[in-house]
């Protein structure tokens, strides 16, 4: 079972909670996910969009995809795709696919007061 859904949280920005198994049968729902974040965009004026992933199971060729075309679509529209919550699964799959992640450190400003 997978499970995509959109909402747009205002704000010019938009979360995509993906979950569950993201493979072949799921193809449809993501092909009508990236087309909603299309009208959104044109609707909103669209700058961001989050892909929440933190209950992905298993992240097929399907799923790879749909981050693909998403990120793509966003270069061409001007507005940028990030990846949160990012489950162990869904991690294995993004970088077997490419994609690396760089995790923030903090600067010496930061450690000190703690923010």
Do not use: C, Y
Request: no cysteine; aromatic share 6%.
């Amino acid at each position: 079972m997978s499970g995509v859904e959109v909402v747009d949280r205002g704000a010019r920005e938009i979360v995509v909670f993906l979950s569950g198994d993201l493979n072949d049968e799921a193809t449809d729902r993501l092909h009508a996910a990236v087309d909603e974040v299309a009208k959104l965009e044109q609707l909103n004026a669209l700058d961001h969009v989050v892909v929440n992933m933190q209950h992905v199971t298993q992240l097929g060729e399907a799923g790879v995809g749909f981050l693909r075309e998403l990120s793509m679509r966003g270069r061409r529209a001007g507005f940028e795709v990030s990846f949160a919550a990012v489950s162990a699964a869904a991690h294995r799959a993004v970088e077997e696919a490419g994609w690396s992640f760089v995790e923030h450190s903090p600067t010496l400003h930061e450690r000190e007061t703690g923010r």
